[in-house]
């Protein structure tokens, strides 16, 4: 291949084994279940890695983000032309390997399987258009609403969780009524996923997280603690708010301590972290009747993770 393009961007998404587990990659293995053909079912793993690395390649060029967790991105270090095609390319290499991997089962399984993941493709690009939107649109006291916020992030991180499970168990031959159990499972789990991610934003330790506190309302992205902060602060607090988060960006740090004191003095992060906790035992409540123990066990242990609120400073918590 290609020295240009395969460099260090795409080699390390290809060649993870010695980091630590992925979470898409664990969600995939809880999916498929016990096999031998593990180095097809990394494989495959991998690819869809890949595929969401792409989208998040895309979506630090959308956002011009200078950081990915902690370190540089890839729009930073190489610039919008070639981040683009950069994306393009682990998006094309993860339909290859995808490809590859998969071509053992029987052709009707096999473009099922395809059209599994690139379905999810498209609806995450959806989702992302449903983001630029929500963003340009001004924030006012009935917009955008809590359901406009949910159906970005279901079609964004909820199908990012859901495609690992779903081809996984699809692999493993699960009929079309368990599919909808996973289907269901994963939705749920990303919801929660997001949520949490918003939470931490705000008040988790930097060194923990490996981004800047805020980064979103630095950014005046309308994240479900902002849309719940504007129903219960006073009308003189809603003012600010909606100069701020309409106003030019980034916001000066005065301000962005300034939203993330009422945050806290409404209570907005417990009534957040009580959605992520509602959101996970609905995730729960759709596989209890999975027969397989040991996958019904994992399933509720990369739940469970997700209700580990120990990053968020317990002052806020409360």
Not at 39 to 65: V, W
Not at 90 to 103: D, G, P, V
Not at 269 to 279: D, F
Request: glycine share 4%; aromatic share 8%.
């Amino acid at each position: 291949m290609n020295p240009l393009i395969w460099d260090d961007v795409l080699s390390n998404q290809m060649h993870f084994e010695s980091e630590q587990v992925h979470v898409l990659t664990a969600l995939y293995g809880a999916g498929v279940g016990n096999s031998s053909d593990i180095d097809e079912h990394l494989l495959i793993a991998k690819s869809i890695e890949l595929m969401k690395a792409s989208t998040l390649i895309l979506d630090d060029f959308l956002d011009k983000s200078e950081t990915r967790n902690g370190l540089p991105s890839v729009f930073s270090a190489r610039g919008a032309e070639q981040t683009v095609l950069i994306a393009e390319i682990m998006r094309s290499t993860a339909l290859i390997e995808f490809c590859k991997a998969a071509n053992k089962v029987k052709h009707e399984d096999f473009v099922k399987a395809v059209c599994i993941f690139e379905e999810a493709y498209k609806t995450i690009c959806f989702g992302q258009l449903e983001d630029i939107k929500l963003e340009a649109s001004p924030f006012s006291f009935d917009a955008p609403t809590e359901d406009d916020y949910f159906k970005m992030i279901h079609n964004t991180s909820g199908v990012f969780i859901q495609l690992p499970l779903l081809i996984g168990a699809f692999f493993s031959g699960y009929s079309r009524s368990e599919l909808k159990t996973f289907a269901e499972y994963g939705i749920k789990l990303g919801l929660a996923y997001q949520v949490r991610d918003d939470i931490i934003d705000i008040v988790a330790d930097p060194n923990i997280t490996g981004k800047p506190v805020a980064g979103d309302i630095r950014y005046g992205k309308k994240r479900l603690p902002i849309l719940r902060l504007r129903n219960v602060c006073s009308e003189e607090e809603r003012k600010c708010l909606f100069e701020f988060i309409n106003g030019k960006k980034p916001l000066p740090e005065k301000h962005v301590q300034e939203i993330i004191d009422i945050i806290i003095k409404y209570r907005i992060i417990p009534s957040c972290m009580t959605t992520v906790t509602q959101l996970c035992n609905e995730a729960l409540s759709a596989i209890k009747n999975i027969p397989d123990q040991r996958m019904h066990d994992q399933l509720i242990d990369i739940a469970m993770l997700l209700t580990d609120f120990d990053c968020i400073p317990e002052n806020v918590r409360i």
